[in-house]
């Protein structure tokens, strides 16, 4: 009877097994091809320089761990001796980790599922330790690579005159270390640039620098080079000897960055001068060149059917007369790999992109590169020079500071009055007259005007940014009835937009008003000539996601760019979890004010209240208590302090400005206090308790950094763009 029963159990176990358990665990989805991917923009698509920085990193790393299996350095068994690369001088392999194996029959072992396998290895810049790699497949051996570096390697010497004015010496190639540099046979001290933006100033005790620039390539092309650039030039007739090694290494990241003799990492940054005066100190501080994955670094074989293989990789021994100890770097392995290019540089824009006469930097290296996505993020450099503004309102006779109080951008001009010592300011911004759902009617009058006459296809701002971006609404001009100074909307406002729950609020508030084609014209020109060389590619935008409207005037462009996408047929990236990220944060510290302190400000008649210690930084995300009762939106806001005013070391005559003459940031700096700022119902007495976030997408609205939350943000919105598309 006992036999029986265990049999009996057995045999549920068996079916209950098959029927209801122990399933085969699910394979990732796996991308239907081996995507390539551009991403564009400026300096917060550029992050750090590199391929895998800022924004693109996240990006780069969702689209490649998610969209196929990839197996790391760190999830391999490996035998024989083993070192992990994972410091800060190896973030040009994946995911900044590898794994180096040395010696005869060290090896690694992993599985994987599917119809590809792609190995990506790193290469060292010396052949002298070139290795041959057994490649196992379910045990039997599939084919042998190699790691010999087909780059150029070498030594050189070079030799120069000095003249007394020249500071820079092109050494000819990129990738250059060990140098040994004499001037009349006295050995001078120097190292690689490894600064960051602005760098460039030779550090104490040393002689020269070596930096990345320009130099001119065997076609007559821009190339970069190293050049060495000293503190003083040599004088008229002094002897500059020269000599160095050069190699590159070869890994997941194709760059012009090297390394020194010691290993380290240059910068990224480069002299970007295209004067290319080498008579002047450098300010290094340009990305001269865009960075993509590294086919020299990738073994791809494919499958006709998916399936596991146990794959194995040991090293046979030295390749072509090498002597030194074998070694092979492994980054990772996976079963679709995705080729990505980093097209961001710092301080770009659409203007310079599609230039046809930039070599490296421009639309025909996108096009080069073959992308089937690019993803362009734009506005945050453009908007300088778009312009378009029609209403402004003048404020005359003003103190110093008066002046010095308000949020200039965009100002239209400043004009010292000498007899008076006082000041009118101009600033591009109407104020609202009427206001419904449908329309609004600016006010008309000495003091408030328009410039240009509004028309239909503007873009039109309601309310007043003090601190979020639901304190004003944005929309297209549908109609202008110039008689009565009355704009109609393309679609109705509601209350739910706003964080005032109330359209009338806005009465009395800003209204600005501006054209956006001159944005247009160039984005249009990027989309068209990308196409002309690549029509099969598809294009997304991001802009600005979350601006800081004192900081930078880039309201409106979503809305703008998404009624551009449905004429020419590009993706208008989503914000919102942008701002569902900034407003969710805790309110984690606070700061309690006397309502006795509050005055009314006799420049805009609300009563307002000064909190010190706050200058410039960007607070958001904020509650005002009164009577224990948040009256934050329905009362009251806040004035972000990280905000443009008039530059507080310039006074009188120096403060002029007069746009579109000068720029628009002309006699401007970061410089705004926190402040309260209650649009009705302001308390007489008692305490005022503010409380903040401490936490934002961005320090500054604009730029984000490599690993933090406003990257991760823009990569997970690039990501589900890819993931509509597969």
């Not at 006295?186 to 600064?195: D, P, S």
């Not at 490296?360 to 690019?374: C, L, Q, S, T």
């Not at 990308?530 to 309201?555: F, H, M, Q």
């Not at 410089?671 to 008692?686: D, H, M, T």
């Amino acid at each position: 009877m006992i036999k029986y029963r265990i049999h009996y159990i057995l045999i549920l176990l068996i079916v209950s097994s098959v029927c209801f358990g122990q399933q085969k665990p699910a394979e990732k989805e796996v991308a239907s091809k081996n995507w390539r991917i551009s991403f564009a923009g400026s300096s917060v698509t550029w992050g750090g320089g590199f391929l895998q920085s800022g924004l693109v990193r996240e990006a780069i790393l969702n689209i490649q761990r998610n969209k196929s299996t990839t197996v790391e350095a760190d999830k391999v068994k490996a035998e024989g001796e083993h070192v992990y690369l994972n410091g800060p001088n190896d973030e040009k392999f994946f995911g900044g980790n590898a794994l180096k194996i040395t010696g005869v029959n060290s090896n690694i072992k992993f599985s994987i599922t599917g119809d590809e396998i792609t190995l990506v290895q790193g290469i060292e810049r010396s052949n002298t330790s070139a290795s041959q790699i057994e490649v196992y497949i379910d045990g039997t051996l599939y084919d042998t690579i190699n790691n010999w570096n087909t780059s150029p390697i070498g030594t050189e010497s070079m030799a120069f005159e000095g003249d007394g004015k020249t500071k820079q010496f092109d050494l000819g190639r990129a990738f250059t270390f060990g140098h040994q540099i004499r001037l009349n046979d006295k050995l001078l001290a120097g190292e690689h640039n490894q600064g960051g933006y602005g760098g460039g100033a030779i550090p104490g005790g040393l002689d020269y620098m070596v930096i990345r620039k320009y130099g001119e390539g065997k076609n007559g092309d821009p190339e970069v080079h190293h050049w060495i650039s000293f503190r003083k030039a040599p004088a008229k007739g002094e002897k500059l000897t020269v000599d160095f090694s050069y190699g590159e290494e070869i890994s997941y990241e194709k760059t012009t960055i090297g390394k020194s003799d010691k290993g380290k990492l240059e910068s990224p940054f480069g002299d970007g001068d295209v004067a290319f005066d080498i008579t002047k100190p450098s300010r290094v501080s340009s990305g001269l060149d865009f960075r993509e994955t590294d086919d020299r670094a990738i073994k791809t074989y494919r499958f006709e059917n998916v399936k596991k293989r146990d794959v194995e990789l040991r090293i046979k021994g030295n390749y072509k007369g090498a002597k030194g100890l074998p070694y092979f770097i492994f980054n990772f392995a996976t079963n679709r790999f995705f080729h990505f290019q980093n097209a961001g540089i710092g301080g770009w824009k659409l203007t310079f992109f599609n230039n046809p006469d930039e070599f490296h930097r421009g639309y025909k290296k996108i096009a080069e590169f073959n992308p089937d996505i690019v993803y362009m993020e734009t506005t945050p450099n453009d908007d300088w020079s778009v312009g378009g503004y029609k209403l402004y309102t003048e404020h005359p006779e003003l103190t110093l500071q008066e002046l010095q109080s308000i949020r200039t951008l965009p100002p239209k001009s400043i004009t010292y009055n000498e007899s008076s010592n006082t000041y009118n300011f101009q600033k591009w911004v109407g104020k609202i007259e009427k206001i419904t759902a449908n329309s609004v009617t600016f006010l008309s009058d000495k003091l408030h005007q328009a410039d240009t006459p509004p028309q239909q296809g503007d873009y039109v701002f309601l309310g007043g940014y003090f601190s979020n971006n639901r304190e004003y609404v944005v929309r297209k001009v549908e109609k202008y009835d110039a008689a009565n100074h009355q704009l109609f909307f393309d679609r109705p406002i509601t209350p739910d937009e706003l964080v005032y729950q109330d359209i009338a609020i806005l009465k009395g508030m800003e209204i600005r008003v501006r054209s956006f084609s001159v944005f247009e014209q160039e984005f249009r020109k990027f989309v068209d000539q990308l196409r002309a060389l690549r029509p099969e590619v598809k294009i997304a935008s991001i802009v600005n996601p979350l601006p800081i409207v004192g900081a930078r005037e880039l309201w409106g462009y979503w809305d703008f760019m998404n009624d551009l996408s449905k004429e020419i047929d590009f993706e208008n990236l989503k914000i919102q979890p942008f701002y569902d990220y900034e407003f969710s944060q805790a309110r984690d510290r606070e700061v309690v004010i006397d309502a006795r302190a509050l005055r009314i400000n006799p420049l805009t008649g609300y009563t307002e209240g000064i909190i010190e210690g706050f200058d410039r930084r960007n607070i958001q995300n904020c509650e005002i208590i009164v009577d224990g009762k948040n009256v934050y939106g329905s009362d009251a806001v806040i004035r972000n302090p990280y905000s443009y005013g008039v530059d507080k070391s310039l006074t009188k005559g120096a403060l002029n400005m007069n746009y579109p003459k000068d720029r628009v940031l002309a006699s401007q700096k970061i410089n705004q206090k926190l402040e309260v700022v209650f649009l009705r119902n302001a308390p007489k007495s008692g305490k005022i308790l503010i409380k903040y976030s401490t936490k934002n997408w961005s320090g500054d609205g604009c730029h984000v950094r490599t690993g933090d939350d406003g990257s991760k943000l823009y990569g997970d919105v690039y990501y589900d763009y890819f993931n509509t598309l597969e």
